[in-house]
């Protein structure tokens, strides 16, 4: 993806500054978000975010370089994004991690024409903002579906694949955890306050439940499935957490699954709609990380060996 395609997917026409931007962003990322809309959007919402991260690198640039550097900057990642050099990717690794993953880079010729993706490192490294949170994506995906071929490579017959899916989303979901530092991410993403931080995030509200007004506060009532559910103070279950900005989900869920999060919720605003009809309500929420064990790592790894093993002898 080059600029002028990212400012064609945001809907930008290049006099808008870094607010109105972020706005828009937003907006779309609300409008596709998988939660709020049909299920074949999840492409779309996956193009927003890496749209909207290559339009912020500039004003990221902008405030560490000025004039002919930045120009020298720019022309200099033109180079490297079209001739990627395979070298150690400069970031912490996770040495505890279940295995080592791909750094992907996505290729473009000098007309901005994408050519695919390569792989330019590969090691147990840190997810940063140095790389394309659609490609770390794609990158543990790729080593998922690596994990489950070597856990199976003898086949007397092909497993439906619905059922391989599961897995791969399973496998996954759990190697995000192992390469996502929640105090760095949230560093990132979170405005920080005191010893917490604070997001935007929202609550998709169960058919029937009792709308929460604004003002009230929320509380976790357990986690199924991945998915965060919220009850009111009176212990109903009125619907479950999400956020506009997929990068979050991967921190924040993870935090509750390992016990790892206390936190504060207040309902900012009234009911709203999504595209499919269902309803929701912004919320304010604060995060703060309780010490890490190593036995949480270690868990995730018995947890992914378990999966490979039960794949491997799936159907016997």
Not at 168 to 180: K, N, P, S, V
Request: glycine share 4%.
């Amino acid at each position: 993806m080059n600029k002028s395609q990212a400012r064609k997917i945001l809907g930008l026409d290049g006099s808008e500054d870094k607010r109105e931007i972020k706005k828009k962003y937003r907006k779309l990322m609300h409008e596709h978000h998988p939660d709020n809309s049909d299920s074949d959007d999840s492409k779309l919402a996956a193009k927003i975010n890496t749209a909207y991260e290559l339009i912020m690198k500039d004003y990221d640039d902008s405030a560490t370089n000025s004039g002919d550097q930045s120009n020298k900057s720019n022309r200099s990642a033109t180079k490297k994004t079209s001739r990627p050099k395979h070298r150690p990717w400069s970031a912490r690794e996770n040495k505890n991690a279940f295995c080592a993953r791909p750094i992907l880079h996505e290729v473009e010729d000098f007309e901005g024409n994408n050519l695919g993706t390569i792989e330019i490192a590969r090691g147990k490294y840190i997810w940063t903002k140095d790389e394309e949170f659609s490609m770390f994506l794609k990158s543990l995906y790729e080593t998922s579906k690596e994990l489950l071929d070597n856990a199976r490579p003898s086949l007397f017959f092909e497993l439906p694949e619905i059922i391989k899916q599961k897995y791969l989303a399973d496998i996954t979901y759990l190697l995000t955890g192992q390469f996502i530092d929640s105090t760095l991410t949230l560093n990132e993403l979170a405005l920080v306050e005191a010893d917490s931080y604070k997001v935007n995030a929202m609550v998709e509200l169960e058919p029937g439940a009792t709308p929460p007004k604004p003002g009230s506060m929320l509380y976790p009532a357990g986690v199924s499935n991945h998915r965060l559910f919220l009850r009111n103070k009176v212990g109903e279950i009125i619907g479950y957490l999400s956020f506009k900005d997929d990068r979050l989900y991967y921190v924040v869920i993870p935090l509750f699954e390992q016990k790892k999060a206390q936190v504060k919720m207040v309902v900012v605003d009234d009911i709203q709609k999504t595209r499919r009809g269902n309803k929701y309500v912004d919320l304010d929420l604060w995060i703060r990380i309780l010490p890490t064990e190593t036995s949480a790592v270690e868990s995730t790894n018995n947890q992914i060996q378990a999966l490979l093993d039960k794949y491997a002898h799936e159907g016997f």
